[in-house]
């Protein structure tokens, strides 16, 4: 009989078995892949994610598995402005999911865990730990269905480049008012990643989102892409994480950033939460209102009034975030969840309109929206500043 038996050997699973056989559980990790495996994945660490990495395995600098950014590009809804900025080293890097799931299940295994394809469920195991997607059938019986303006919807595809690592981001790659999105090109040494995501229930025209890929595309590369891979992100929201004996962590509770739809970070925050929670209460009892109460999660509700503000108004969303004090608000924002409340209000001064709008919207959907801009001291109210054009294409 094992302690606790963990479905799914991503990076929330593995996390929670690598933590929870440290502190001398046995663990059962289930998946019924073999590794390496592929998966569809932007593969974007930031250092919220590299640091709960490095917490349990200092030994990832020394991998050779991540490519760190060292440019970030910020790209208007016209897809020509742009602001541009360095990165400190060691505060965004890439990665390849079908080895950094491999190299990060067999670290659990190092820790105690036992890994195998089948599972032994509740006969086997006192505890289960769902950490097997969107598509669970533990976290929809648990959280109930997601819906539609709780998914992102993410299609992606590779193009061959002779690059230096980099970073670029289109705020809004959606039609002027049809909702919430941006793209994204991942400049790594094997070629380009680009994408671009959009919420289930704001699509819009896909092919006309593919087209905003290729136009981003052709900025740094001249090369082709061609094949479009999709999958879907389960956003945060206050939902129920545990029931009983079993608790769900990563995409099958949903905690993926809702304003750049970061998953990998925000999964394995859920399992650190997971797994303190069941140290101290040696049950899931108090799991999920320790979640939810959790700072790392509180702010979330900034990254969701972030993300109706970039629905609301693509063009204000940018003007504001390439200002000098905001956009350097952005880059923190990617070490500290806490820095999008700054952001938050930064974006309120310079458009009280949108913002109200924005609020208004979160409050008809039934979302909590942040206080009014006046209760948050300190904002960086810096005005924006003409933006820069990008460097020629290789």
């Known amino acids: 009989m094992y302690d606790v038996e963990v479905i799914g050997a991503g ?3 593995s996390y929670a078995a690598n933590a929870l056989a440290r502190r001398g559980f046995s663990v059962h990790l289930v998946d ?15 250092r919220k994610s590299l640091g709960l990495i490095r917490e349990l395995e200092p030994s990832f600098d020394n991998s050779g598995l991540a490519e760190p950014i060292e440019q970030l590009y910020l790209f208007g809804p016209d897809g020509k402005t742009v602001r541009e900025a360095r990165l400190p080293v060691g505060e965004v890097a890439l990665i390849r999911r079908r080895d950094f799931d491999a190299w990060w299940r067999d670290r659990a295994l190092d820790a105690g865990a036992e890994f195998s394809q089948r599972p032994v469920g509740l006969d086997g195991a006192r505890f289960l730990v769902a ?20 998914i992102a919807v993410a299609t ?7 690059l230096p690592p980099f970073a670029a981001l289109l705020v809004s790659p959606n039609d002027a008012g049809s909702g919430w999105g941006y793209s994204w090109l991942f400049g790594r040494s094997d070629g380009v990643l680009v994408g671009t995501g959009y919420r289930r229930d704001q699509e819009g025209d896909l ?5 905003r890929i290729l136009l981003l595309n052709r900025r740094f590369t001249s090369e082709t892409c061609s094949r479009f891979d999709n999958w879907v992100i389960p956003l945060y929201h206050p939902r129920p994480a545990a029931q009983g004996r079993v608790a769900l962590v990563g995409d099958a509770l949903g905690v993926a950033d809702p304003f750049l739809a970061e998953g990998i970070a925000n999964s394995m925050a859920s399992s650190r939460v997971l797994v303190e ?8 009892s108090q799991y999920t209102a320790e979640l939810h109460r959790h700072p790392y999660f509180r702010a979330m509700r900034y990254f969701e009034f972030l993300q109706q503000v970039v629905g609301t108004d693509g063009a204000a969303a940018f003007q504001a975030l390439s200002s000098p004090g905001l956009f350097e608000r952005l880059r923190r924002m990617l070490s500290d969840p806490g820095e999008a409340a700054y952001l938050a209000w930064g974006f309120a001064l310079r458009h009280p309109v949108t913002a109200l709008r924005a609020r208004r919207t979160l409050r008809v959907a039934g979302r ?17 500043t003409n933006s820069k054009e990008p460097p020629a294409r290789a």
Do not use: Y
Not at 38 to 46: A, E, N, S, V
Not at 134 to 148: L, T
Not at 368 to 384: C, F, H, K
């Open 131 to 150: 950490a097997d997607g969107a598509g669970s059938s533990w976290g929809r019986s648990i959280r109930g269905p997601f819906r539609n303006s709780e």
């Open 32 to 46: 019924r892949a073999t590794f390496p495996r592929d998966k569809l994945c932007g593969g974007g660490l930031t």
């Open 156 to 162: 992606e595809c590779h193009a061959s480049a002779d």
């Open 277 to 284: 929670s069941f140290v101290r209460q040696k049950d899931f």
């Open 207 to 211: 092919p006309a989102l593919r087209g």
């Open 11 to 13: 990076p929330s699973g």
């Open 368 to 384: 909590t929206s942040p206080p009014a801009p006046s209760l948050m001291p300190g904002q960086d109210t810096t005005p924006a």
